[in-house]
């Protein structure tokens, strides 16, 4: 007789295990514990074997029949129902092992080493938040381009163009990777090159006008907040530094003599490997800079941190309050923002004060190559480098003590 739920709920445990059979070789086998096990009882070539189709109730009476007829299909065909269970398995963990996300995560932990640890956290969350929810279980090798192309077009729907760009080198740089690995023949990236908008690049908003930049100049020996943060806001337009380099600034990186602030290349922008084995970054102080540090040497000159914090100085200056400070001088982020300073220096050393732009561009820690591709040494040019501080400094000066109705 075919067996039943209710016989099955009502079966008891022995002191041996005990067999109820269904039809078909199927039968469910009832352990002295009180589990049961579905199995399959089969002859190939004249042998007989079991192999198990699952536990109930995890598996159902009605699954375990179909578990059944799909062996023995098998079995009409001569292939052993054992041996084909352990290549699907096998077949499983192959394609576990070469999914996207395996093999993204490891590329990422193979390279990551090579950036900092900010920039490479921020590549892996985008791979986790954009891509991995939606290829990430896939062989990599039978992935196509409008897999990717749907999640890129998820972010473009969000208005993050450049979240989308990045994502898809990003995807392209794990493709590449699989290749060398072979586990991928082809990057299907390629095919999406123009599939997606181009960005706008946003520049952060700087004060390029003589005439604007004096009234904002104004604003900020005017300002009446803390001594430590109108001296950080002083000090941001002489230095060309961004204010997280500003911020983290420590006494012992200055030499106010001779004039010199050595900032060390780890707390420089730069990949890891600058950070690491890079020179230091050399930022020669205009007599404007001096004494504005002399000032707030006599407040926060025993402690670390040229510009503590407010609530701690043992902690640097939080990185929002330059711009709070912005803001409470009227001053909105469309119109200017503590890291456009660098972007002013850049147009206005360059056009008015006619400053060659390789000089400049060293001092703003940008990479300078010679006629022949080679990057000039961190330290060369320093006569002129200070000569380009000095007369920066007298420049802002000007503009900031000139008659704003003389312009």
């Known amino acids: 007789m075919p067996l039943t739920d209710t016989a099955i709920r009502n079966a008891n445990p022995a002191e041996k295990p005990v067999r109820l059979f269904d039809g078909g070789g199927l039968y469910i086998e009832i352990a002295p514990s009180g589990g049961k096990w579905w199995r399959l009882k089969y002859r190939l070539d004249g042998k007989e074997k079991r192999i198990s189709l699952g536990t109930y109730p995890d598996v159902g009476l009605k699954a375990a ?4 007829d799909e062996a023995r299909k098998l079995l009409a065909e001569k292939v052993d129902p054992s041996l084909a269970r352990k290549a699907e398995a096998a077949t499983r963990v192959d394609r576990a092992a070469n999914s996207f996300e395996v093999v993204a995560r490891e590329w990422h932990l193979k390279f990551s080493p090579q950036n900092s640890e900010s920039h490479s956290a921020r590549n892996l969350r985008r791979l986790e938040v954009h891509v991995f929810p939606y290829v990430g279980d896939r062989p990599i090798a039978e992935l196509e381009p409008p897999d990717i192309l749907a999640a ?5 729907q969000k208005g993050n163009l450049e979240t989308a760009h990045r994502v898809r080198v990003l995807v392209g740089q794990v493709m590449r990777y699989a290749i060398a690995t072979g586990r991928a023949t082809r990057d299907i990236t390629a095919d999406l090159r123009g599939a997606i908008p181009p960005s706008r690049a946003k520049h952060h908003a700087a004060v390029t006008d003589p005439k604007e930049l004096g009234a904002l100049l104004r604003a900020v020996y005017g300002y009446s907040g803390t001594p430590v943060v109108a001296c ?6 002489l230095v060309f530094q961004r204010p997280g380099e500003l911020r983290h600034a420590e006494w012992t990186e200055f030499d106010l003599d001779n004039g010199l602030w050595t900032i060390p290349a780890g707390r420089m922008k730069r990949r890891k490997d600058a950070k690491e084995n890079g020179p230091d970054h050399l930022v020669p102080l205009s007599r404007q800079a001096v004494n504005v540090l002399r000032d707030l040497h006599r407040l926060t000159g025993q402690g670390r941190y040229v510009f503590p914090g407010a609530r701690s100085s043992k902690r640097p200056m939080s990185n929002m309050a330059l711009g709070a400070a912005f803001r409470r001088m009227g001053i909105d982020s469309e119109t200017a923002v503590p890291h456009g300073w660098r972007a002013t220096a850049r147009t206005l050393a360059v056009e008015n004060l006619g400053i060659r732009e390789e000089i400049l561009e060293m001092q703003l820690s940008h ?11 961190r330290t060369q040019w320093m006569d002129q480098r200070r000569e380009l501080m000095q007369a920066w400094s007298d420049y802002l000066d000007k503009l900031r003590q000139t008659d704003p109705l003389a312009l």
């Open 65 to 68: 029949r179909e578990r059944r």
């Open 152 to 156: 890129l077009r998820r972010i473009e």
């Open 232 to 237: 950080a806001l002083k000090l941001g337009p």
């Open 367 to 377: 990479n300078v190559r010679d006629s022949l591709g080679r990057a000039y040494n």
